[in-house]
């Protein structure tokens, strides 16, 4: 079997939330991103979804036993993403209803950085990169 070539050379993250469906909405307002599948449950849950964001694959859905949406307080996973204009993608992202827990800044490390918590309790680090 062929590996798809979004899924190559990756950890995929796989994120659960309760409301699925309201933080894929939020996704693409807050990130631009763009539904790639669906596969839909009973009473409008989904069982499972993949997003694009900036390129990158995210996996989604509605948290049912054994994982639990996130713990607001102390979440043990970050995202991180790689996008062409942090900057605009962050300020979009606080728009949307966001929780900015640091301003994009040039790290030392080459990159512009910002870090955001969605609505749902998962942080996301944005990183666009400052060297060639």
Known sequence: MKIPEQYRNTVIPHIMVDGAADAIAFYTAAFGASEL?????????????????????????????????????????????????????????VDAGAELLSPPADMPYGARQSMLRDPFGHIWILLTPTTA
Do not use: K
Not at 60 to 87: E, K, Q, W
């Open 37 to 93: 599948f669906r596969l839909d449950g009973d009473a409008g849950r989904i069982v499972h979804a993949e997003i694009s964001v900036c390129g990158a694959t995210l996996m989604l859905g509605d948290a049912d036993a054994p994982f639990a949406t996130p713990d607001r307080s102390r979440p043990s996973v970050a995202l991180h993403v790689y996008v062409p204009d942090v900057d605009g993608l962050t300020a979009r992202a």
